[in-house]
């Protein structure tokens, strides 16, 4: 994994989420130092535009990457040079140099080589690299230096495709290997000193924010279903407004083969699109097209998602308030605490996360700014700031997806309830169960019930009583027991 890093500015017509189509010929446009020339305007059948595709092949570059952090660190160099030892180029390969292009954070370094998987192997042990042949049936070994972990994986073609375990032939061929992946923005590739390989015209695709299936969108669809959530979660991270109209119509045709996919699988998809600048858009182009309801039907509350993403991203500078993917989902959800623990086993959640997406979607603690300040602090105590952080936002989302327009004195209370909830220090209550045994009360569950009423009182004085008042509370509710 390599350590994220701030994403490159882009400029603002081809920020992540803007709703205007970018395009190239605005003054300043370099996608992130992607040079590019030669751009002029066609339309596109559907009335959006296209640019005119440049003639590439994968023996030319057609593009430069400044240096990254990532490229140039010494553990990557090293094994690029280790790779590189019988003279034959390995190149980055894919998501890295997509999201370089774009100016997103590298979280994974794939890297592509036309060395042969055993020779790989050789390579790696002779430069006393570690290597994990995690799919070298595929061609893909996992070198490891240091905390760094690169996928180093041989060229290859599909000989059969059956889902994510194609029958593959090793290759040579950058430009066949680039004919089997999913989407022409995945096809560019990246030599050490930056020089961008685009057989595809991916570049283009990418600077007109188009996401585009390598081929016929259904045929590759069909070769792996999981191609159609990743369809829509490019969507939403890379897209403009204008869709690729017959993989709308590919993506609707084969929804039903959704439920092949591993619930890991679709989870994890379902979460990279919440993770996105505006995931509401993408959402609800997925339940337009009949595709939401065979993966997240119980999404019906798409306004209060897009609140809750404004509010976490643009409305508010408040440090606590960052992007979170479970409050995103939960913002989708309505009330009811039984589909939502059937929805958590059928993603198969984590317990922590199970237990905080049931606190959020099935809380019965109305918080909002006519709730008293006792009653503020009660529900900090019993849930704790993070839980009641959480509500809050998602209350002020559900209250802003109503009436969009609040006066500035009813943003100051709610901004001063997060205020509330981020000074919260949590009270420790002063008595324990062995302060009623030693009163007299026999161990057993009388003890947490007579612990639990002193607590209840104590809340609802504000935390103020001290440790002799609870104990005379205690000897009194004891006393009544007898």
Request: with cysteine.
């Amino acid at each position: 994994m390599v350590p994220a890093r701030p994403g490159w500015p882009v400029p603002d017509g081809c920020r992540p989420g803007h709703r205007r189509h970018h395009r190239r010929h605005e003054p300043g446009w370099s996608l992130s130092g992607a040079i590019r020339q030669g751009w002029r305007d066609r339309a596109r059948p559907d009335g959006s535009h296209e640019g005119v595709r440049f003639v590439s092949t994968a023996l030319q570059p057609t593009g430069k990457l400044p240096p990254q952090p990532w490229m140039t660190a010494p553990q990557t160099v090293a094994l690029i040079k280790a790779l590189q030892a019988d003279g034959k180029e390995a190149r980055f390969i894919g998501g890295c140099v997509r999201n370089a292009v774009f100016g997103l954070p590298v979280t994974d370094i794939d890297i592509a080589t036309p060395e042969r998987p055993e020779r790989v192997l050789e390579l790696l042990q002779v430069a006393n690299i570690k290597a994990i042949p995690t799919g070298i049936e595929h061609g893909t070994i996992t070198a490891v230096i240091d905390d760094w972990h690169y996928e180093v994986t041989t060229l290859r073609i599909d000989v059969e495709s059956h889902g994510r375990h194609a029958t593959v032939a090793f290759s040579d061929d950058w430009r066949a290997d680039a004919m089997r992946r999913d989407f022409t923005i995945n096809t560019l590739s990246c030599n050490l000193e930056g020089d961008i390989y685009d057989p595809l015209t991916g570049l283009d695709d990418l600077g007109q924010r188009w996401v585009r299936f390598v081929g016929l969108a259904r045929e590759r669809i069909e070769e792996d279903v999981l191609r159609l959530l990743r369809f829509f979660r490019f969507q939403a991270t890379f897209a403009g407004t204008t869709v690729d109209r017959e993989a709308l119509a590919a993506c609707r045709l084969l929804a039903p083969r959704l439920k092949e996919l591993s619930a890991e699988r679709v989870r994890s998809e379902l979460f990279k699109i919440l993770e996105a600048p505006n995931p509401a858009d993408t959402l609800g182009l997925m339940k337009g097209e009949r595709v939401l309801e065979h993966v997240l039907p119980e999404a019906e509350n798409l306004g209060r998602l897009r609140m809750i993403c404004w509010l976490e991203t643009t409305a508010i500078k408040v440090p606590s308030v960052r992007p979170d993917t479970l409050r995103r989902l939960a913002a989708t959800l309505a009330s009811d605490p039984s589909g939502h623990q059937a929805l958590a086993a059928r993603l198969r959640l984590s317990n922590e996360q199970t237990v905080r997406l049931s606190t959020m979607t099935s809380s019965t603690l109305a918080i909002n700014p006519e709730t008293d300040l006792p009653a503020r602090r009660k529900a900090l105590y019993q849930l704790g700031a993070d839980n009641v952080r959480d509500l809050l936002l998602l209350n002020w989302a559900e209250e802003m997806s109503i009436e969009p327009r609040h006066s500035p004195q009813r943003t100051e209370a709610w901004l001063a309830l997060l205020e509330t909830a981020d000074n919260w220090t949590h009270p420790v209550f002063p008595i324990t169960g062995d302060d009623a045994i030693t009163l007299g009360l026999e161990q057993g569950p009388g003890v947490g019930d007579v612990l639990g009423a002193v607590e209840d009182w104590w809340c609802e004085g504000d935390f103020k009583a001290d440790r002799n008042q609870c104990m005379e509370r205690l000897k009194k509710i004891i006393g009544e027991m007898t």
